[in-house]
């Protein structure tokens, strides 16, 4: 019997007036397990995990977390299935007006209620943890350079071991070095944690690095699934171009 | 088809167009109305309600206060000084210059000061608020709220809209002492009026309402002010043109909506309609 999803989407809708973004999304992710999402700008991969967090209500479908229904949450309880999330945002997404160790804080003062000096501490633990020193902690995002900003993300997305990992294309602007940097830390935190994480990327280096499955969305659609070993024998002519990063093939670009 | 035939079909179909237009920006203009309704409803709600973050607020309360001094203190005695200078121009013609010090004061408290330091604030305040929040915005920070369970309403909006509440009035009352101090200057030290007397007549017909209601209406005006600048941050579109769009929308509705609502508050105050 197959081992039940920690995520599932099923049927998931989304449209933005007349533009159907999400036509019918199906995946799941079983527990421990990355799932990559990748596919080309435009195609529903921000969407599809805005919709998996909340931030955006789906049109139609269902999105269960441990086998629980969420797109019908009332507040509290949505509130409690966040703390079960963490999420590194494309660029990092940090608060401009906090110092580092705060915004790495942020989450266990205001999501769970910690004291300030116990956050703290655990906050440069987790600095340490991802390559960044204690002295950092007292930085502000502006100051540090984008790996460091994107280092920071990490180690404020995994500050309050959360059960599921969301990463937004975590590689996206960072030099091919750093951006490895960056896939070896993501490996190692949700390894580390026994979490199980659903990542969407268009970097094909860094989705081979951290997946143990990828699914393919093209126009709304997941139109291919399966092990990351077998993305480069998946058959599927819409992957191969996207993989092989061709011009020519079934994907047209609009320009 | 006929020429007839073919101005007339023109002519529907120019009206068909302009009715298109007009039910088009009607509809606009009506959701709009909405989303603004609800958003001040949720704004308002979470004022109330627990988590509150009282170093937050207390941020917001220096930044929107305190830094608001100096430019409305400023703006509220140059305002005085004038005001005494243009009415000794005007009374003196006939021979009702002792009224100066009665205009000074009360055209001050009723009308310039609130009006005066929430269109300064509009456009100090307002502006900083859509421009941080629109910034926070399109770089995520408020999605990444949300996904550290906080709620971008308690901590983004309410701290912002409680603090121009409450320091517009006290901005107001400080831009009273300074503007009546204002024309004070200008009518002993350049029109030759003895201080005694000034300020006698200062006071004489003062009354409390007329400071009371300039109170209010700058209460008014401090939440329109953060209002306006919260919700076109908040709803702010992708990029720098974005954010200064924002930026833009807030002062302007701001300020329109400032002069509209002295309206309707002098109204109400002065005439009891």
């Not at chain 1, 809708?13 to 990748?38: P, Q, R």
């Not at chain 1, 540090?144 to 959360?162: D, E, F, H, K």
């Not at chain 2, 941050?233 to 974005?242: L, M, T, V």
Request: hydrophobic letters at 45%; a positive charge; glycine letters at 10%.
């Amino acid at each position: 019997m197959a081992a039940r999803a920690k995520l599932e989407l099923r049927g998931v809708y989304k449209s933005f007036g007349a533009n159907h973004v999400l036509k019918g999304i199906d995946i799941a992710v079983e527990k421990g397990k990355s799932l990559v999402v990748i596919g080309g700008s435009g195609t529903g991969k921000s969407v599809m995990i805005k919709s998996v967090l909340g931030l955006i209500s789906p049109d139609k479908g269902s999105i269960k977390i441990d086998g629980q229904e969420t797109t019908k949450l009332r507040p509290p309880e949505r509130d409690a299935m966040m703390r079960k999330f963490g999420m590194l945002f494309q660029g990092g997404a940090l608060f401009d007006s906090l110092p580092v160790w705060e915004n790495v804080a942020f989450g266990l003062i205001q999501g769970h209620a910690m004291d300030r000096k116990q956050a703290k501490d655990i906050a440069i633990e987790k600095l340490r943890s991802v390559g960044l020193s204690a002295g950092v902690a007292k930085l502000y995002p502006a100051e540090l350079s984008g790996g460091m900003q994107q280092r920071v993300g990490l180690a404020r997305a995994v500050a309050a071991n959360p059960e599921i990992i969301f990463f937004d294309e975590p590689t996206t602007g960072l030099d091919p070095i750093m951006a490895d940097v960056i896939n070896n830390l993501i490996v190692e935190a949700s390894k580390g944690l026994g979490a199980t994480t659903l990542s969407i990327t268009h970097d094909m280096a860094s989705a081979r690095k951290i997946a143990d499955n990828i699914a393919m969305i093209y126009k709304g659609q997941i139109i291919w699934h399966g092990p990351a070993k077998e993305i480069d024998h998946s058959g599927n002519e819409y992957v191969d171009q996207f993989i092989r990063g061709r011009a020519e093939g079934p994907i047209k670009m609009e320009v | 088809m006929s020429l007839s035939e073919q101005q007339s079909f023109s002519v529907v179909g120019y009206s068909q167009v302009f009715l298109q237009k007009l039910g088009s920006a009607a509809l606009g203009f009506f959701a709009a109305v909405g989303r603004l309704a609800q958003f001040t409803g949720h704004g308002v709600s979470h004022c109330f309600t627990p988590p509150f973050f009282p170093r937050l607020l207390l941020r917001q309360l220096i930044d929107i206060g305190y830094y608001s001094l100096p430019v409305v203190g400023l703006t509220t005695l140059f305002t005085g000084m004038v005001l005494a200078l243009q009415s000794y121009s005007g009374f003196s013609r006939f021979s009702a210059e002792g009224a100066i010090a009665t205009v000074v004061v009360l055209s001050i408290t009723r009308e310039l000061s609130p009006v005066l330091a929430g269109l300064m604030v509009a456009g100090r305040v307002g502006a900083s608020i859509a421009a941080e929040i629109g910034t926070m915005r399109v770089t995520e920070q408020i999605d990444a709220l949300t996904t550290l369970s906080t709620n971008p309403y308690k901590y983004l909006i309410a701290p912002r809209l409680i603090a121009g509440t409450l320091m517009l009035p006290v901005l107001v009352l400080i831009g009273d002492i300074i503007g009546v101090f204002g024309g004070y200057i200008v009518s002993i030290y350049s029109l030759g009026f003895i201080p005694e007397n000034y300020l006698h007549k200062t006071w004489e017909y003062l009354e409390r309402m007329d400071v009371i209601s300039g109170l209010w209406k700058a209460a008014a005006f401090g939440f329109i002010v953060t209002l306006m600048g919260c919700y076109h941050g908040f709803n702010s579109e992708r990029g720098a043109q974005g954010v200064g769009a924002a930026t833009t929308n807030a002062v302007v509705s701001s300020s329109i909506l400032i002069l509209i609502f002295n309206y309707f508050l002098t109204q109400v105050f002065f005439t009891g309609k």
